[in-house]
């Protein structure tokens, strides 16, 4: 009884367009659900991501969960999670993506899960690290450890989101 007050007084909205969620719907709505740009590259070992790392490093599996676009739904996610204080979208996403991965490989042949860190000044200007969520799902998901103390930020950046692609690779 408590919940459908606040629920009349503070209804959930989509993360993604804002409209009203019904009642089994969690995030997201179902027409962004399925609008959702997904990459599919878990399903191909030559993927796109795979390709971008090409000469740079050894790796043996690359991957990305969705297509960013500007102005689209992705991006609005993203905002609503990094800005938003909206952590729930990391945590549904971070599910959905662990179930499509343990289809695609009856093998997890992934190890571990460790988050790209925030420097300590930026953790504290957001109040979380966005990732954080997302992994943590991941590593349910995929029954596989989640570690956030292997890597550590040193340098503080300014935000790479207005930066070009040279840019966002000089820091």
């Not at 996610?77 to 996403?93: A, D, F, P, S």
Request: hydrophobic share 35%; proline share 4%; with cysteine.
């Amino acid at each position: 009884m408590f919940k459908y007050i606040i629920d009349l007084f503070f209804p959930k909205v989509c993360a993604g367009c804002r409209t009203l969620l019904t009642t089994n719907e969690i995030v997201f709505c179902s027409h962004c659900r399925h609008e959702m740009p997904l990459t599919q590259y878990h399903l191909d070992p030559e993927n796109e991501a795979v390709k971008k790392f090409y000469g740079k490093i050894e790796i043996q599996h690359a991957s990305a969960f969705l297509y960013f676009n500007k102005k689209g739904i992705v991006q609005e996610l993203i905002h609503n999670l990094k800005y938003k204080g909206m952590e729930e979208i990391g945590t549904v996403l971070g599910n959905w993506y662990g179930e499509d991965l343990k289809l695609a490989h009856a093998e997890t042949p992934f190890d571990m899960i460790i988050p790209v860190p925030l420097h300590q000044k930026k953790r504290k200007e957001r109040g979380y690290n966005q990732v954080t969520t997302f992994g943590k799902a991941l590593s349910d998901a995929l029954k596989i450890k989640y570690d956030d103390s292997i890597l550590y930020r040193k340098k503080y950046s300014k935000t790479q989101s207005k930066k070009n692609l040279l840019g966002r690779s000089r820091t």
